[in-house]
């Protein structure tokens, strides 16, 4: 695990979080590198989830909400974990995710009795803290979906079943943290809301999206055989959920919950009906009945992912010689750029010209990156640690040529190719 926060740091893809005055524990920012990565996995996901479906459709929800919406969807009187101190050290722990409960893991030192603890961030609304209203930064993004499902049905032609995704920011105070950007304070989620018909087959349409959401493994890079679906339960579900299955994977510190799928039935829409005394019934015009959808809830962690994708792409190869390379095999849906193009020497304008003249070409379709740092054995090895896919030399041959060389990352198997060429030579390999 430290190799993989070593590289992180060292190649742009997460550093911590006000470094410069110490940091602040659990959380973290992403870089040039991290930043793409996450997009391109959010944007990966928004495809498959969101546009290849014609059921679904998207919001983009407030971080702030009424803070009734908490109060009715119950999580101000049960989101609450268990918290318990060391008597010696006094560090602070969630004894359910302890191995052994008796005893701090840190010193061995004894623990006081348990208490409640709110998982959700306080805020104030208003310029006089002791007269402001008191809200929450949310804890999940699900709820803005329920409060504004009536008016996505009214502005679009969307019918049951049906659902609404979304990607953002949640917050939790969380108790228990660690292990990189696994857990942390601020964190990203993607998550739908899936309607249906109160009399539906939800365990047929529960097991249909287990499926869909272990094919998007496939997109994004991940190892099939590295997940395990948990069945949760009834004594550890969440309060609101009739079933509820953790996808967990194994991760570099053992096996932990990436994704989940629950099945919410009409728990929150009644609630929030009952709440706000707005209709929230849904009026079917084939049957003519009026009825509170229940609801299927797919839900995936931004920044576990990223983790999960970078943990599956992180190998390290002996090479001839004894050199060690460290590659990160990445997806190309997902790798923050698809090719890198060099010059093979910096300090000779022709090559420099003709290296600009294939990068301007090629960056018109693909995620591309001019590199001309260091000798050509140093930038190899910078593409293989940021995943990199493929790397394009022009070279003194090119000039006369008019082909370049294209070496591949997990082989590094290189070749020449015309540069008239290249476009339908990336074609096919993206």
């Not at 623990?111 to 104030?124: I, Q, Y």
């Not at 294209?406 to 476009?423: G, N, P, T, Y």
Request: positive net charge; proline residues 4%.
């Amino acid at each position: 695990m430290q190799k993989i926060v070593s590289l992180c740091k060292r190649r742009g893809f997460v550093f911590q979080n006000s470094e410069i005055y110490g940091g602040l524990a659990n959380s973290y920012d992403y870089g040039p590198m991290g930043v793409e990565l996450k997009n391109n996995i959010k944007n990966a996901w928004w495809k498959y989830f969101i546009h290849d479906r014609e059921d679904m459709t998207g919001i983009d929800g407030g971080i702030i909400l009424n803070p009734k919406v908490w109060e009715a969807s119950g999580h101000v009187k049960n989101f609450k974990d268990p918290l318990v101190e060391c008597k010696n050290c006094h560090h602070r722990f969630r004894p359910d995710k302890l191995k052994d409960s008796s005893k701090c893991p840190d010193c061995g030192g004894k623990f006081t009795k348990a208490k409640m603890f709110s998982g959700m961030f306080k805020t104030v609304i208003g310029p006089i803290e002791e007269e402001g209203l008191v809200a929450y930064l949310r804890p999940e993004t699900a709820q803005a979906i329920f409060t504004d499902y009536k008016n996505v049905l009214s502005s679009s032609n969307m019918k049951i079943p049906f659902g609404i995704g979304q990607a953002g920011k949640a917050f939790r105070n969380e108790i228990t943290t660690g292990n990189f950007i696994f857990r942390t304070y601020e964190f990203e989620q993607m998550e739908i809301e899936y309607f249906i018909e109160p009399k539906a087959d939800w365990n047929k349409i529960f097991e249909n999206w287990v499926k869909y959401m272990h094919d998007f493994m496939d997109i994004i890079g991940l190892n099939r055989k590295k997940m395990y679906d948990h069945e949760i339960s009834e004594a550890d579900r969440a309060f609101y959920s009739k079933r509820t299955i953790d996808m967990e994977y194994d991760f570099p510190f053992g096996q932990d919950e990436l994704w989940a799928v629950a099945y919410r039935t009409d728990y929150d829409l009644s609630n929030h009906q009952w709440a706000s005394r707005e209709n929230l019934e849904y009026f079917d015009d084939k049957s003519g009945m009026r009825y509170i959808p229940h609801v299927i809830e797919p839900t995936f962690g931004v920044d576990r992912t990223v983790l999960a994708v970078l943990s599956e792409a992180y190998e390290e190869e002996k090479l001839k010689g004894g050199e060690t390379r460290i590659v990160l095999k990445l997806s190309s849906k997902v790798a923050p750029y698809k090719i890198a193009v060099f010059p093979l020497l910096k300090n000779r304008p022709e090559l420099v010209k003709k290296a600009r003249e294939v990068y301007k070409e090629l960056k018109k379709d693909y995620r591309c990156e001019f590199d001309d740092n260091g000798n050509i054995g140093k930038r190899y090895r910078r593409q293989d640690e940021i995943g990199t896919p493929y790397c394009v030399t022009v070279d003194f041959d090119t000039l006369k040529d008019k082909a370049v060389t294209v070496r591949d990352r997990d082989s590094m198997k290189q070749e020449r190719v015309k540069i008239a060429k290249l476009a339908g030579y990336f074609n096919k390999k993206f």
